[in-house]
């Protein structure tokens, strides 16, 4: 056979395609028999019986579902998707073009608190980022200064083993902690400044000294700061992680009962990216930890001679959008303002700077967390019983 004869040929089978695609019709009956091949993971039913298919539309070969599920999780809405299309491509039309609307009805999933309370300590805080340079030490000072200006008791914990700023962002370099007698036991006294009582291992090591340390020491180091000191009465206390999820966040998680998380990020994909890292870790069965929302952090830059104008530097919106996706809230949106380093820098958080646009910015987050925080706590009570389980390797 020719090239030309060749060409022809493929042609008219391409236009009988054609012709039996726009002339065929699949039926609703048709779908309804491929999908009920189709039993969904911890369902007796398939997936017509148990009455999650909610509504079928058809365009000639054209699919389009709405599908009810229990399981938000991204795993799980994936195979449902899969499942779907592979159901009708299998057993009505090969070629069908299939649209899947998910439709998530989960019951709200009450979680556990973990691990043994710290006396007199009401809520605690895990304020952590995906990766570095974000701004998660800066946001975590001036959080725990807004919540002071509330009229809050507030603790802080640097447990950034390796970078701590604690000490330089609440100007007490150089500072040591006391010892204090509590009960017949010698335990460290946190220092204060501006209201917040503070402990870091920065003040057990020289500034300039680096702290090699592998996991376990790091992890015993947190303990001891949290746990070692004499806390007092506190209405929250914020635990500044290290960036990044490792033996730091686990060793966290599994030793003291938090109320939520939060994480920071900028509006950079970049950033977005190991910020839902960080999310997934919280929520990670084994895990299993609240996630209060996100922070975005270096959201906008405002010039001081155009104050109506706003430059998004590093992207815009993107951590909204992310809290959107993984439905949980967006706490602020924190701009780009120079005073800000400025102040940490200087040892005075920014919030410091009275009626300032900044400082209004810091403390309607802390006015969002504690809302957020108050919400949660209708739902769980931060005295409960401590669960431990085998997961992994790792007891919670």
């Known amino acids: 056979m020719g090239p030309i004869k060749r060409i022809a040929l493929i042609q008219s089978k391409k236009l009988i395609f054609a012709f039996l695609n726009f002339t065929m019709k699949l039926t609703k009956q048709q779908i309804e028999e491929a999908l009920s091949h189709i039993t969904l993971p911890n369902e007796e039913k398939n997936i017509v019986e148990s009455g999650a298919i909610k509504n ?10 709405d599908v009810e599920i229990k399981n938000p999780t991204l795993q799980y809405k994936k195979k449902v998707e899969v499942d779907c299309m592979k159901a009708v491509h299998d057993y009505a039309y090969e070629k069908s073009a299939v649209k899947i609307n998910l439709i998530i009805n989960a019951p709200e999933k009450v979680t556990e608190i973990k691990g043994n309370s710290i006396p007199n300590v009401k809520n605690i805080i895990a304020v952590s980022s995906g990766k570095g340079g974000v701004g998660k030490s800066t946001i975590a000072a001036n959080l725990a200064v807004g919540l002071i200006q509330l009229g809050n008791k507030v603790g802080v ?16 370099e ?8 509590v009960d017949g036991k010698t335990k460290m006294k946190p220092l204060e400044s501006y209201g917040v009582k503070l402990l870091s291992i920065g003040f057990f090591a020289q500034s300039q000294q680096a702290v090699v340390w592998r996991g376990p020491m790091a992890s015993k180091a947190l303990n001891q700061l949290i746990w070692d000191a004499h806390w007092g009465e506190l209405d929250y206390l914020i635990i500044d992680l290290p960036p990044g999820t490792g033996d730091i966040h686990l060793s966290l998680v599994q030793s003291i009962p938090l109320t939520g998380a939060i994480v920071v990020s900028t ?15 919280f929520q990670m069965e084994s895990i299993n930890v609240p996630v209060l929302g996100i922070i975005e952090n270096m959201a906008y830059f405002t010039p001081e001679d155009m ?15 992310l809290a959107e996706q993984l439905n949980i809230e967006l706490l602020a949106e924190i701009p780009i303002v120079q ?14 700077q009275i009626d300032s646009p900044i400082a209004k910015s810091f403390l309607t987050l ?15 009570k931060p005295t409960q019983a401590v669960k431990t389980t085998h997961s992994r390797g790792c007891s919670n």
């Open 56 to 65: 079928i539309q058809i365009f000639g070969t054209d699919v389009e579902l």
């Open 157 to 172: 914990v640097d447990a950034d083993i390796y970078g701590p700023s604690m000490p330089m962002m609440f100007d007490l």
């Open 174 to 181: 150089g500072a040591v902690p006391q010892g204090i007698d």
């Open 267 to 281: 509006p950079q994909p970049i950033a977005l990216a190991d910020a839902r890292k960080g999310v997934n870790m």
């Open 307 to 321: 104050p109506n104008k706003k430059y998004y530097i590093f992207g815009k919106e993107g951590a909204k959008e």
């Open 339 to 352: 005073s800000v380093r400025e102040a940490a820098d200087a040892g005075r958080p920014a919030i410091l």
């Open 366 to 380: 802390a006015k969002n967390v504690v809302a957020v925080i108050d919400k949660r706590n209708t739902k769980i």
